[in-house]
Each structure stands twice: as C-alpha cells, then as structure tokens.
C-alpha cells in the first residue's frame, strides 16, 4: 500500500465541502460532485471497516435472533418485523407488505441519486431444526423448520454494512439513496419476480445482493444456474365409496400419478442440463374416499427461458392427457419462478477489489474442530466444484468466478429476475461450513456460531466499501448499465414467468408455521438475558461426536 500525503486528505474536503449544494442539482451533477481523492477514499474504507469491527456485538445479536426465529417462505413474520423496527430506529422509513405480500419491504434511506437496492433472503428450510455449534443430527424442536441454508445471516450483514456506511454518509454527506429490502420465499422463489413486476426496482440504478456461502467472492456473466418455473397442478375427479362403489368415483390422484408417470418417461428425451422435481402436497384424505381433489407441485428447471417454457408446455399437455386418461379436471397455477442468472461485470470488479483488501476471517481452533466434525459427519467430499481441497473453513480467498457457459445446470435463485432489470452482483460470504449438501440441517450448524459472526462481519466490510465505492465513483455505474446494456441484455430479454394477473403464493406454509411456531418461541433468542444464542441454549462450543462413537440414524443425511 503507498503511503498517503497529508495535503491530499486536505484537498478532498475541499472537494467534499461543496457537496453540501448537492440538493438544488440534478442527479448525475450531484453525483459527479461527490469525486474524492483516492487516499481519502482509502481512509473512509478503513474508518468503515473499524466500524463494523466496532458493530461486531450488535451483528452476532442479529444473526442469532433470526436464526432463532426459522421462519418459513411467506411467513417470516418476526423477522420482518425484528429487522424493520432495527432500520426504523435508525431513520429508514419503511414500505411494509409490498406486492402483495405481508412479510416483504422496502426500507429507504437518503436522498438523490444514485439509487442502490440492498436485499437478502429470510426464509428457512423446512425440517431443518439444529442446534447451532453441534456437529451431528440434534434438532431444537424436532421436525421444526430451521436456517438449513443459512438465510438468516444476509439481512443482518447488510444492516451491518448500512449502518456503518451511513454515518459516513452523513458526515462527509455524501448523496445517496439506500434500499433495503428482503428475498421473501427465496426456497419457493416465490417473491422477487413479483417485485421487479409491480415496479419496485424501475428507479433503482443498481443492486447488491448478499448470499451465504463458506467464501468471501462474487462472480460475473452467466453464472452456470437454471431458472425455473414453479407450478402446482390442481386435479378434481368424483368421491365415491373406494368399495361400495368405486366405479361412481373419478379418482384425481390417478391423474397426479399419471401425470407424474408420463414426466418421468419424459426424462429420457430430456437435455441433461434440465432438473425437475415434484412433491404431492394433495393425495387425497383416505383410502375409502375415491380422491376427489389431488394436487401434483413441480419444479422446471433449464438454463434458458425458452428451454423452461418447453418444459412448462409438456407439462401441461401431460397434466391434460392425464385428465383425459381419468375422466378428471385439471387447473395449474404458478407458485413462484426464477430467470437464470447474469451478474454485472463492472461491479463484481469493484467488490473485487474491496474482497481482496478484506481477505477472510480468522478462524479458531473451535471453529476448525466444528466444521471439520460437520464434515466428516456429513461425509463430504475430498474437494469442491473448483477442484479445491475441502478440509475445515476457507483458507484461501475465492477468486472473482468468470462466467460459466458451459454448466450442466443447477439450482436457482429468484435474484436473476432483478439481475435482468438493473446491474445486479451477489456477495457470497463464509458464514457456512465447506461441503455440507445444502438445504439440509446441517448447513444451519455453523449459522448461529462464531463462523457465521465472523464472515458476516467479513462480508459487511466488503459490502459498505462497494457501496461507497458506488456512491463517489459514478463511473462504476454508468459502466454497469453499459456492460448490462450493450453485453448483458444485447441479445436477451427479459420476459418474465409471472403474468400481470398471477398473485404471490402467500398461504404457502402457513400450516406448517402455525403447528410449529408455539413450540419454537420458546426459544427465541434472549439477548437481553444471554451474550448469544449457544449461551441461552446451554450449547459447549464446538460440541463434537465423542471419538469412537458412531453416527445415529438420523447423522449422515435424511
Ligand atoms: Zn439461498
């Protein structure tokens, strides 16, 4: 690092005290305005970084009250309202329930441009209870949803990174406009469609996504996912008496079955980068009762827009010749979607930078016994996607991932839909233990202990130090809407899977959150009463399988 001379911090506030005429001008000119000399750049980074390390108590708190609270898709009711009463008390005025969904938000702070969007997803797994800080199969309540992909972290490292970012702001005032909002329904991608629909992102300039991850890195260009479309089919037939008169009955579960069975010799015929799945949510209520309603949930996932709406439209012709087939009817609905994702060049190339100067956490002896019991008891594998050795946390920092062009598919994420309306980058941090097979109760293991603290507190330096980075250097914007411009979108265009009449899926896990939740409040997190969450839950840390003993039968994978 060179070193810096005094008179160049005394030239910037110059530059700086001029800024305070920023409200009569026009938005690109106040942007302009803000230019800072690079030392003192340099110097409000490190002040930042100070700040969140200042921040480390107030984010440990928040991490462990959401990973506490485990609430599933659409009902993330506490946490909404834990991390909105947070950005309340410090000036942000809050949207509740956008786009038709009770637990969304937008909460704004600043004024003028640019205009950066914030988000992070909320929900929970379901059945994925775990009592942090233990390395093998020991949930809080049994069968309860739980942080089984870590999504209680992302908020409370962007509130981190905020927070910090904000007293800068509003020293060096400096314009700006912060919007934090949440990925509801992130497991169903059931929201952000919905979002970038009703407008929500139209003047925004740019967005930073956060996501949990076992490395500090962000990525760019196509970033090797499916998108995919969420679609419940809803077959109704005739009850009947299955004995006394069964031929009276018109069954809907034969027509979920057959459905299901024409999908499956589908697959054959099928590109191998598809991935589809489905869950029978409806089956009928008991054998005696020919099933009058049935109802059949399918995943479709593929690597381009066209591909996924073949497979939407075979779907639908084998939910119909199922109807045919059974003498049923049949209606589909679309629960939730996702394009595949693009990020922007430009600014992974800013985070980059700001990663590099971070650099990953230091980790415990504690940390490593945790995480490298985790594994074993998970049995993971030697090394990971990138060929890179997989043995306790992340030592070496991820490097900037290129695009992926040629992926065999994968999982997806409902951040592409906003990624196809303004620059979009995800911040990926190391909150999360190496290998783990995701969605799982094991990746929450790590997500209320010092691992998650730590690399949520990582993230928040890279991610305010972007965010300032953004703020001074209108150049890193305009150069994201040209590369998002003239490269991302040139031969692409966003259609979206949600139409103009289709409705969030709200009532989805309703149920499941109303039979469990009575039981987890019991042990929402205290932290008036306990310095952190193991704490309060008596939990030793790292608490390991003694050596010699054997998994149970719930260890090694459900
Ligand atoms: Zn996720």
């Not at 942080?147 to 962007?158: C, D």
């Not at 079955?257 to 010799?265: C, H, P, S, T, V």
């Not at 995943?299 to 075979?314: A, H």
């Not at 394009?339 to 990663?355: D, S």
Request: charged letters at 20%; glycine letters at 10%; one cysteine or more.
């Amino acid at each position: 690092m060179k070193r810096k001379l005094p008179h160049l911090f005394r030239r910037a506030g110059l530059v700086l005290a001029t800024t305070g005429l920023v409200g009569a001008l026009l938005p690109q000119q106040a942007a302009a305005q803000t230019a800072i000399s690079p030392a003192k750049l340099e110097a409000l980074k490190k002040e930042l970084a100070t700040e969140i390390d200042k921040q480390q108590k107030s984010t440990q708190e928040m991490v462990d009250m959401v990973f506490s609270f485990g609430e599933l898709g659409f009902q993330e009711t506490e946490t909404s309202r834990y991390l909105t009463d947070i950005l309340k008390k410090n000036g942000f005025t809050i949207e509740q329930g956008i786009a038709g969904m009770p637990t969304a938000w937008m909460a704004k702070w600043g004024s003028g441009k640019p205009v950066i969007a914030i988000g992070s997803d909320i929900d929970c797994i379901p059945k994925a209870s775990q009592k942090p800080g233990v390395a093998y199969h020991d949930p809080i309540v049994e069968g309860a949803p739980g942080h089984g992909e870590g999504h209680n972290s992302g908020e409370p490292l962007n509130i981190t990174a905020v927070l910090a970012l904000k007293k800068i702001m509003q020293r060096e005032k400096i314009p700006g406009t912060l919007v934090l909002w949440p990925g509801v329904a992130e497991e169903q991608l059931g929201s952000k469609a919905y979002f970038v629909r009703d407008g929500y992102f139209k003047n925004v300039d740019a967005c930073i996504f956060t996501h949990v991850g076992d490395n500090l890195g962000t990525s760019y260009g196509d970033n090797g996912g499916n998108g995919m479309v969420s679609v419940k089919f809803n077959f109704s037939g005739q009850a009947a008496h299955s004995a006394g008169a069964p031929w009276r009955g018109r069954s809907a579960l034969d027509a979920v079955e057959l459905m299901d069975i024409a999908w499956n010799f589908h697959r054959e015929h099928m590109e191998v980068t598809q991935r589809s799945h489905y869950v029978i949510p409806d089956g009928g209520d008991q054998p005696n009762v020919v099933p009058s309603k049935a109802s059949v949930w399918y995943y479709f996932r593929d690597r381009t827009y066209p591909k996924i709406m073949e497979m939407y439209q075979d779907a639908i012709k084998m939910a119909q010749g199922a109807t045919l087939m059974t003498k049923t009817e049949m209606t589909y609905e679309v629960l939730g979607s996702a394009w595949p994702g693009h990020m922007n060049k430009p600014m992974a190339e800013a985070m980059y930078e700001n990663i590099k100067m971070v650099g990953l956490p230091t980790w415990s002896p504690e940390d490593q016994v945790l995480a490298r019991a985790t594994q074993v008891e998970m049995k993971a594998p030697k090394t990971d996607r990138k060929g890179q050795p997989i043995d306790g946390l992340a030592m070496k920092l991820d490097s900037l991932s290129k695009p992926d062009n040629h992926s065999i598919g994968g999982g997806s994420d409902d951040i592409a839909d906003i990624s196809w309306n303004v620059p979009t980058i995800v911040l990926r941090y190391p909150s999360n233990i190496p290998g783990l097979p995701g969605h799982h109760w094991s990746n929450a293991i790590a997500m209320a202990t010092p691992i998650a603290h730590k690399g949520v507190t990582a993230g928040a330096k890279a991610e305010a130090m972007t965010l300032l980075d953004m703020l001074v250097k209108p150049e890193i914007i305009k150069n994201a809407w040209a590369y998002f411009n003239d490269v991302q979108t040139k031969d692409t265009k966003y259609t979206s899977f949600v139409s103009k009449t289709d409705k969030p899926a709200v009532e989805l896990n309703k149920k499941i959150m109303a039979d469990y939740r009575p039981e987890m409040k019991k042990y929402y997190y205290n932290p008036g009463k306990y310095k952190t969450y193991l704490e309060q839950l008596g939990i030793k840390y790292p608490t390991v399988r003694p050596a010699g003993t054997t998994q149970t039968q719930s260890g090694g994978g459900n």
